[in-house]
């Protein structure tokens, strides 16, 4: 249900305040998300999160990544746009992994190129632009309670750099569409793994992040 991919409306409001989102910007999102919040299936969802940016923003391949497990340390690689099965060992998902993990890492959008007034560390997306390009990239992490646990990659032509506009507004459909899409990434999951993070967060909620159990 489309209730449980958004935000509320004091959320959205507060993103939008903050992140000088035009109400063009704001109709494409929800656009997306609507579609996304539309599916019951996380790979669906997930092609249809990828197909839809694709369309929205030009790009050559845009793609999604998810770390499996809360401890794991690496992103996997779920949907790429235009593409019906993944293999595993191309060149080309190891560099989208580690593009996704760059910004997962830093929990903050990462982008190539940039400008020499931009503080970020982007050097896997430059690897991921120069390997896999000539490309404009950009990588906008998907949040689960504040932390970053997914990310999406968004390659176009080199001639369209990734403007403060067009970073809103992946970041804003990024924002948008975590809560269904990981709630989907969950119930994918094999059983033990469930079991382990309901237990995880259940612990969590019990003693509070200040007591030393939960540390």
Do not use: W
């Amino acid at each position: 249900r489309l209730a449980t991919a958004t935000l509320t409306i004091h959320q959205l409001h507060t993103r939008l305040t903050r992140q000088r989102v035009g109400e063009d910007t704001l109709v494409r999102a929800i656009d997306v998300a609507a579609s996304v919040g539309a599916e019951v299936r996380f790979r669906t969802a997930a092609a249809t999160l990828v197909n839809r940016l694709a369309t929205l923003t030009g790009a050559e391949r845009v793609a999604l990544g998810a770390r499996p497990t809360p401890r794991a340390q690496a992103a996997e690689v779920v949907a790429i746009s235009g593409v019906d099965q993944i293999k595993r060992r191309m060149d080309l998902v190891q560099d989208l992994g580690a593009a996704m993990d760059e910004s997962i890492d830093q929990d903050l959008e990462t982008f190539f190129p940039y400008g020499p007034d931009d503080t970020l560390i982007a050097r896997q997306a430059e690897r991921l632009a120069s390997r896999h390009g000539p490309a404009a990239t950009a990588a906008v992490p998907l949040r689960r309670r504040g932390r970053a646990v997914a990310a999406i990659t968004v390659e176009r032509d080199p001639s369209r750099p990734f403007s403060a506009t067009d970073l809103a507004c992946l970041r804003l459909i990024a924002d948008l569409v975590a809560p269904r899409l990981l709630d989907l990434h969950d119930c994918d999951q094999p059983a033990h793994v469930r079991a382990g993070r309901g237990i995880r967060r259940a612990a969590a909620d019990l003693v509070g992040p200040s007591h030393p159990i939960a540390k």
